[in-house]
């Protein structure tokens, strides 16, 4: 789950780290009393959305008086803001943040996570921050550095003083940084984040850090031990039908192939999403039903995935464990027939009373291909939404029937 750069600060200035002040404004006229508020003459109108780039795609302003703080924040309220990654279709703002300004002398970048290779919580730095560290990273890697805190003895003093040599710190810049890194860390682990990223950190002309914009991203599986973090979360900003899947207890990414799937089991639905790739088509989700899915559930699961104009073929994979084979089988009868399923759908069933599964999807009447394995399950589904374009699978399949 992600919050906006607002909530962000406020969570980091609870914890003792150096932001500007700033204030959240739904309205011109709230925009234009948070200008007020602040005092001095020097404002940044940012739009709040989930997404980075926002000052390149026109949703981050300097106003310099504060007629000019009503005429940005009048531009971007509204506006459908569209940065690399946000996509073509871009995301409409509405709210934004007006923050005093700031007196800056040089940018750095900062960002803590989880290295998956490691196992370990990361600092990433570089003192090449702002809004082209991506070129950064695929051009000059070698300004960018890393550094793994072990788990054993956490976080110390050397982690922040070598974090601030990397980034040529010096002075009261350099003890900030130190006291910056130990108060991110905790901050990481308390709220059980998955991401805070800082770019700009940046160094005033006064010799002071500042985190001028901040990004956080928390883990979903924990936030059931962190309410307030929950109540943090803006559904607007999140993919409707994934909003609607979690309702129903429904594990749903969207993707952009066209061959819908359902599962049970991560593990299960990434390696179903890797076979349709391997036979030359592409998954349109990522959508886990769990162990112990009910008919409802499944129906649920078919509208999710019909809601998707892209999808052409289905691939339902289940192997019953705790889940019964039957069960599912009932769920996708019910669901074929109350929404009229007319694109291909290929059922491969596996497991406890998988017998009985078969023998309803056999006896319903409906054009369910049923497939005997996984392998199988996904040559059927991209033949069926690939037709004879694809005539290795073709010939496969008709090695496969004699």
Partial sequence: MNIHEYQAKELMRAHGLPTARGVMALSVDEAVAAAGEIGGDLWVVKAQVHAGGRGKGGGVKIAKSID??????????????????????????????VEEGSDIDRELYLSVLLDRATSRISFIASTEGGMDIEEVAASTPEKIISIDVDPASGISGFHGRQIAFALGLSGNAF????????????????????????NPLVVTKSGELLILDAKMGFDGNALYRHKDILELRDLAEEEPT???????????????????????????????????????????NFLDVGGGATKEQVLNAFKIILSDPNVEGILVNIFGGIMRCDIIAEGIVAAAKQMNITVPLVVRLEGTNVALGKKILEDSGLAIIPADD???????????????????LLRSLGNDEE
């Fill in 242 to 284: 994934e909003v609607e899947a979690s309702s129903f207890g429904l594990n749903y990414v969207k993707l952009d192939g066209n061959i819908g799937c359902m599962v049970n089991g991560a593990g299960l639905a990434m390696g179903t999403m890797d076979i349709i790739k391997l036979y030359g088509a592409a998954p349109a």
């Fill in 175 to 198: 003890k900030q940084c130190i006291r910056l890194i130990g108060g991110l860390y905790n901050l990481f682990l308390e709220k059980d984040a998955s991401l805070i990223e800082i």
């Fill in 374 to 392: 996984l392998g199988d399950a996904a040559k059927k589904v991209v033949v069926a939404v690939q037709g004879g374009n694809n005539s290795y």
């Fill in 68 to 97: 000019e703080v009503r005429g940005y924040a009048n531009d971007i309220l509204g506006m459908q803001l569209v940065t690399h990654q946000t996509g073509p279709a871009g995301k409409k703002v509405s709210r934004i943040y």
